[in-house]
């Protein structure tokens, strides 16, 4: 599972020099340079063709292949390695059928299956494939009046409200894009529908972005985008065990109480079976926002004249999540973790998603293997860990950090994430008192296609965009950031989406996502049978250079915070960081109340009926509640003392962290290891209070995109003021507190 395409935009040199000791340096750059030596593409590819060979979703025998192979590879390389089994609810369907049985094109029956691609061996390997299907959605046999809802999110139902169109009872088609696939049916349950389908519009990824394949990468009519409807932004994991790991023998929610189960019947849909269903359709012209791009004009329904029947039904047993566990024991500080991750298991073959980062986080292995064969051994233990069953909704990550919780919080310094892979630019989001270790990683890892730093390369490509005409403002913000040696280039907060999300939103653990994209990525094929190793070395990285670039890149950033005397981060950029996002709720707040006061006076005026065409009957929209001064002294004050505590230890650190004693760095390091935790309140956000980060947090409408401040934010965007006086006091007590824990360690620095 993935974010989506990349922003090619993240990651560029820095002009400043680490603090360790120029004879530090110099061994570490000698041991980096034979890390890069045993880097192996060619290898990576070899291992990215076997692990795809055959359909690896949760409960396969490929899939529980590909972990017995990781294990044994594991242990070959001097890794001390084993296999934790969670059991975890997954839904394989048993039967699944779509079919208009109501309207011009009827009876029509969707195929649900994907022909083999002619020159792609792997797609006719049919035998073990799984038909379109979405895990977690409800099973249900249902038949209906079908009406079409856009990209399915808020603003198309205000559209469809204006219209008069009412989903209720219905059964919705809407198109992938624009949020999280899990909130399309989500938000038609809640709406009163039915049964929901969601399909791929060729105008966001198939012939109206690239060629179809086989000849370019884009989705061909026939190809269909699986993916979980869990209700995530409730909380990730097993929908039976919540908040808790998921043993053999753990007690469980029934399924019929899950609160991320879905209640309505879904499926995906491929562009070539959609476009019958959609020419069926009456009712009134789509406006323009909803139209995509099939020859056909685009109606939104909303009579009786198009029904479909939906039917799914599923296996709702437990299976067997495999995750290979790999240690690498520190002579120095065993109990401080470095944790790397990567998941193993996919929707079909998988090999973009995710095997392109499983290889390259092996690749890493068998060179930190080889390493401490010859001699080297690190300060602190390292964890490498291939999980499973992630595309369903984080499963194997979720349950083995819920296991050990308490233990992580203890040891973890930071969780590093890759997941999928493709030729292209850095593209690292995460905790932003690593911003500046960031950079310095980036500065020192060559581009395989243009020689230059990935870093340099990133730098350029912000620059070019934020030139290009009607740049949006944040693409020309960042490229006088990029404009700038001096400066380190921002990362992007972290929503959800991939395995890192349990360890930064609900345990408090700082988290890395790396990856590169941005020119060969795989959004045409994206969880489809088509996602296979013939596609990804012929379009997403032929030749495999850029796994060797991701070894690299996480490679480095294992072995620096693995061996550095002292912490890596640097604290003033998250201070920097937060008082740009504090800046951006006060400037939301004004918009919200601007826009209320704006609605109130339309509506007052009768504007909206005199601006719309009478021809076409519409309704106003509603009124906005109005939108209060809100009182963000808390946060100033608390942002003040981050601000001056961030400056005294990233102050501290720089003249006197070379001096300190072995008892020192032994205290410091028990100071910092538990401080991006201070960030956590118990309570978490509203509505959901598995997310206990008051800084990152996937967003309740957007699924994987970060919010950040998320209690704060969104409680304006919802109009939830009293809420937002709430996390305004919650938030400022989190920085405060996180303030404090620097004062400490730098009392610590400074001889206390």
């Known amino acids: 599972m993935k974010i989506g395409p990349r922003l090619a935009t993240l990651l560029a040199a820095s002009a400043l ?94 195929t649900l299956t994907e022909a083999p691609i002619p020159g792609d061996e792997s797609s006719s390997r049919t035998k073990d494939q799984l038909p379109a299907y979405v895990a977690f959605q409800g099973d249900g046999d249902v038949t209906a009046p079908l009406v079409y809802v856009n990209y399915g999110m808020p603003a198309d139902y205000e559209a469809l409200q204006r219209l008069g169109v009412s989903v209720k009872g219905k059964i919705v088609i809407a198109r992938y894009g624009q949020g999280w696939r899990g909130l399309k049916p989500k938000l038609a349950q809640e709406h009163g529908a039915v049964g929901a389908i969601i399909y791929s519009d060729p105008r966001d990824d198939g012939y109206s972005a690239d060629d179809v394949y086989p000849k370019g990468a884009a989705r061909p009519a026939n190809g269909v985008q699986r993916g979980s409807v869990a209700d995530m932004t409730l909380f990730p994991g097993d929908p039976t065990t919540p908040g808790y790991g998921s043993t053999r023998d753990a007690k469980r929610v029934p399924r019929e109480q899950a609160e991320t189960i879905l209640k309505i019947p879904t499926l995906p849909l491929s562009y070539g079976d959609a476009q019958v269903l959609l020419k069926a359709l009456d009712g009134p012209v789509a406006p ?101 069953a992630e595309e369903p909704m984080l499963l194997g990550s979720t349950e083995w950090a819920e296991t050990h919780a308490a233990e992580l919080k203890k040891k973890a310094l930071v969780y590093i994430n890759s997941d999928s892979n493709s030729r292209g630019f850095l593209d690292v989001g995460g905790s932003h008192s690593l911003q500046h270790f960031v950079n310095q990683v980036a500065a020192d890892v060559k581009d395989p296609q243009t ?83 013939e596609h990804h070395s012929r379009f997403v990285d032929p030749g495999h250079a850029y796994a060797g670039a991701l070894a690299k890149v996480a490679g480095r950033m294992v072995l620096r915070m693995a061996d550095a005397e002292t912490t890596v ?104 290891l538990p401080l991006e935790q201070r960030l956590l309140r118990e309570q978490g956000l509203p509505f959901r209070p598995y997310y206990k980060n008051m800084i990152y947090a996937p967003g309740r409408f957007t699924g994987y995109g970060a919010k950040t401040l998320p209690g704060i934010r969104e409680a304006i965007e919802e109009r939830r003021f009293d809420d937002a006086t709430r996390y305004i006091g919650l938030t400022a007590e989190a920085l405060s507190d996180y303030a404090a824990g620097l004062e400490a360690a730098t009392a610590v620095i400074n001889g206390g």
């Open 17 to 110: 020099v680490a603090l360790a000791p120029a004879a530090a340096q110099s061994a570490d750059a000698a041991l980096e340079a034979r890390f890069d030596g045993l880097i192996d593409n060619a290898e990576m590819g070899g291992w990215l063709k076997t692990m795809s060979a055959e359909p690896i979703h949760v409960g396969s025998a490929h899939n529980k292949k590909n972990a017995e192979m990781t294990l044994a590879q594991f242990k070959a390389w001097g890794w001390d390695a084993r296999i934790e089994t969670a059991w975890v609810l997954y839904p394989t369907p048993k039967e699944v059928l779509l079919e208009l049985t109501a309207g011009a094109g009827a009876p029509f029956k969707a």
């Open 288 to 388: 323009p926002s909803f139209r995509g791009g099939l020859s056909l004009t685009y109606h939104v329904g909303g009579g009786e004249t198009a029904k479909v029947r939906l039917k799914v039904a599923s296996d709702w047993s437990l299976k067997p999540a495999y995750n290979v566990i790999a240690t690498l024991k520190g002579r120095q500080r065993p109990d401080e973790w470095i944790v790397r991750g990567n998941h193993r298991d996919g929707w079909v073959f998988g090999a973009t998603d995710p095997l392109s980062g499983h290889v390259a986080m092996m690749g890493e292995a068998k060179a930190l293997g080889a390493l401490a064969k010859a001699g080297w051994k690190p300060k602190r233990t390292i964890v490498y860990a291939s999980w499973d």
């Open 451 to 533: 020689g230059v730093s990935v870093g340099e390369r990133a730098r350029a490509g912000l620059a070019v965009q934020g030139e290009a005409p009607g740049a949006p403002p944040r693409a020309v913000a960042l490229a006088k950031i990029a404009a700038d040696p001096a400066r380190d280039l921002p990362l992007d907060p972290l929503g959800s989406g991939s395995d890192y999300s349990t360890f930064l939103q609900n345990l408090g653990i700082a988290s890395l996502n790396v990856g590169f994209g941005g020119e060969g990525d795989s959004g045409g094929v994206y969880h489809s049978a088509y996602d296979t190793y």
């Open 569 to 672: 981060q640097r604290y003033g950029d998250f201070a920097g960081t937060i008082s740009g996002y504090l800046d951006e709720v006060k400037r939301l707040a004004d918009t919200t109340r601007d826009q209320a006061a704006a609605r109130s006076r339309l509506l007052a005026s009768g504007a909206y009926k005199l601006a719309d065409d009478p021809t076409i009957p519409r309704g106003d929209p509603a009124a906005l509640p109005a939108s209060p001064a809100l009182d963000f002294t808390p946060m100033d004050a608390a942002l003040a003392r981050l601000m001056a505590s961030a400056a005294a230890f990233d102050g501290a650190l720089a003249t006197k962290g070379s001096g300190l004693s072995a008892a020192q760095k032994t205290k410091l390091g028990a100071a910092l």
